[in-house]
């Protein structure tokens, strides 16, 4: 069966400083791997989607990024923090029209 | 006009009530329809999820899509304070396109 990981589970991280968050995906070729964001009141956000390896689509313009270095793993990154960046991101998979979350991580930018 | 719009509630309902959460949509090139629980602090787990138009139905779950109208349902019969959640609808037109949410509707049931 499958099985998609993330870490951390939550991370506190002062203004400014870099970000790395990790999604791995057990059990599955090829999936097609997306990253959202879900602030507090609004929304699931999709941030970016990727259908393959060093394939990278974004949905918003802003100080993120992500890469796909491996088949199973989604990164997500950022060079300099923002408050508003505070949220629950959250890492999802898909092998054909159904999507399957991770648990999520818990991020607050202080 | 938003392509999804759901009502954010929140919805409270008595142990036991028949609960009805719906979702409607613009697009009339979606054609897969998804329902989402999501508890606190978790990720969104799959509910159910059908293609095109119809009734599906899982236990105490029911999921009924009219795309002639653009309006998709999830009932839940006998409801439990377990089931006391956010629930997102989703959709898409298939292949590699995205899902598009609706914004989640925070459902309480009381015991």
């Known amino acids: 069966s499958q099985t998609i990981h993330q870490w951390p589970a939550t991370l506190v991280q002062p203004v400014g400083s870099p970000l790395s968050l990790e999604c791995t995906v057990e059990?599955?070729?090829?999936?097609?791997l997306y990253w959202y964001r879900q602030a507090a009141g609004r929304g699931l956000q999709l941030l970016f989607y990727s259908v393959g390896i060093g394939q990278i689509s974004s949905e918003v313009p802003q100080n993120l990024s992500a890469s796909r270095p491996q088949d199973r793993q989604f990164i997500l990154s950022s060079k300099k923090l923002l408050l508003s960046d505070s949220g629950f991101y959250l890492c999802?998979?898909?092998?054909?029209?159904?999507?399957?979350f991770g648990p999520g991580t818990r991020l607050t930018v202080t | 006009q938003k392509e999804v719009e759901q009502d954010p509630g929140p919805l409270s309902v008595p142990e036991g009530a028949i609960v009805s959460l719906n979702c409607t949509y613009s697009n009339s090139a979606f054609q897969y329809f998804m329902w989402y629980r999501q508890y606190s602090r978790k990720g969104p787990e799959l509910l159910m999820y059908t293609y095109s138009s119809g009734n599906k139905e899982d236990g105490r779950f029911t999921a009924q899509v009219d795309k002639s109208s653009k309006y998709i349902s999830l009932f839940i019969r006998d409801s439990q304070p377990s089931d006391s959640a956010t629930y997102l609808c989703?959709?898409?037109?298939?292949?590699?396109?995205?899902?598009?949410f609706g914004k989640g509707t925070r459902l309480s049931v009381i015991a």
């Open positions: 999802a998979w898909s092998a054909g029209w159904e999507q399957y």
């Open positions: 989703a959709m898409s037109a298939g292949g590699n396109t995205p899902l598009v």
């Open positions: 059990g599955t070729s090829n999936p097609n």
